[in-house]
């Protein structure tokens, strides 16, 4: 699940000047959700890969790990329908 999360936060890296730039935001709190790590991440994002690396899971740790990311993300999915469903329902 970290790394579904933690790993999203490479892509929203790129979003943040989106949306900076959109809603004419300064680097600051109003953008922190998205870029908290700021100029840090990739530093922080090779380290947590590293240490995943070394961490010598075996292949029934390594199949446990997948399975838990892919319903992390499909759990954000479904989160995300359900968003769109109710703005779209209140509109």
């Known amino acids: 699940m970290y790394y579904v999360f933690e790993g999203s936060k490479n892509g929203a890296r790129y979003l943040v000047k989106r949306v900076a730039a959109t809603y004419d935001l300064k680097p600051g709190p109003g953008l922190l959700y998205l870029d908290p790590h700021g100029e840090q991440q990739p530093a ?28 992390t993300f499909d759990l954000v999915a479904e989160v995300d329908d359900q968003v769109q469903a109710a703005s779209t329902a209140a509109e």
């Open 44 to 71: 922080l994002w090779a380290q947590y890969k590293a240490r995943m690396d070394a961490a010598g899971f075996s292949p029934q740790d390594q199949d446990a790990i997948v399975a838990a990311a892919q319903q």
